[in-house]
């Protein structure tokens, strides 16, 4: 059975400062996902990893995997108060099933 | 672009009715997926469907059915429900058959269950 982690579970943070939110998954998991949402809000996707090694950016935003520590990282770089929410790391199980299994989130807040 | 379409939004319910919920995945997915989320909590799922017949099956209670139509939207059915059924119920759709298709899951709404 897929166990994904994520830590930290709360992080606040000042603007303009970089930090990276961890995810651990602990059976092997052929793709990663991470999603953002706003609160009562719906999941966002933003990032889709496949591959050892993947590495994937949008904006200020960078998601990177690696298999084999099952291990994916999201790194914020020079935050903004736009990104404040809820990001979850989720992974899809190798084999036959197809849903997701979601790490407990981490809610970030970005302070002025 | 099309999105995952969910009703209704919000529905109020009592203790021991019955509820159902309705999503219409992004045309041409061919697969759904229900999933719950407690207040403060990861999205736990339920089921799935592929083409019309349940795929995987979740933390589902016996007390909850579904089952995915020929036009491809699925009904979540819940009866005697419960206090600690309010929730957020996410459906997503996916592309299996699709060239290139990553499995990727595209989230409706959601619809806020309050049970009382």
């Known amino acids: 059975e897929l166990k994904v982690e994520q830590n930290p579970l709360f992080l606040s943070m000042q603007e303009g400062k970089n930090y990276t939110i961890y995810c651990n998954y602990s059976?092997?998991?052929?793709?990663l996902y991470w999603y953002r949402q706003d609160p009562g809000k719906s999941l966002e996707s933003l990032f889709v990893l496949l591959s050892n090694g993947a590495v994937k950016q949008e904006g200020r935003l960078m998601a990177s995997l690696d298999t084999k520590a099952r291990l994916s990282t999201l790194h914020i770089t020079a935050a903004v108060h736009d990104l404040s929410a809820t990001y979850f790391c989720a992974g899809r199980p190798s084999g036959s099933a197809r849903q997701l299994t979601f790490g407990s989130g981490t809610q970030l807040t970005v302070l002025p | 672009a099309a999105g995952v379409i969910q009703s209704p939004r919000h529905l109020i319910k009592e203790k021991r009715e019955t509820a159902t919920l309705k999503c219409y995945p992004i045309p041409r997915h061919d697969t759904v997926y229900w999933y719950q989320q407690g207040p403060g909590q990861d999205p736990q799922f339920l089921i799935s469907f592929y083409e019309k017949m349940q795929s995987d099956k979740g933390s589902i209670p016996d007390r909850f059915s579904a089952q995915q139509f020929s036009d491809y939207h699925s009904e979540l059915n819940m009866s005697s429900l419960e206090l600690g059924d309010s929730a957020l119920y996410f459906c997503?759709?996916?592309?299996?058959?699709?060239?290139?298709?990553?499995?990727?899951?595209?989230f409706g709404p959601g619809t806020r269950l309050t049970v009382t």
């Open positions: 059976t092997t998991s052929d793709r």
């Open positions: 997503a759709s996916s592309p299996q058959k699709l060239a290139g298709a990553h499995y990727e899951q595209y």
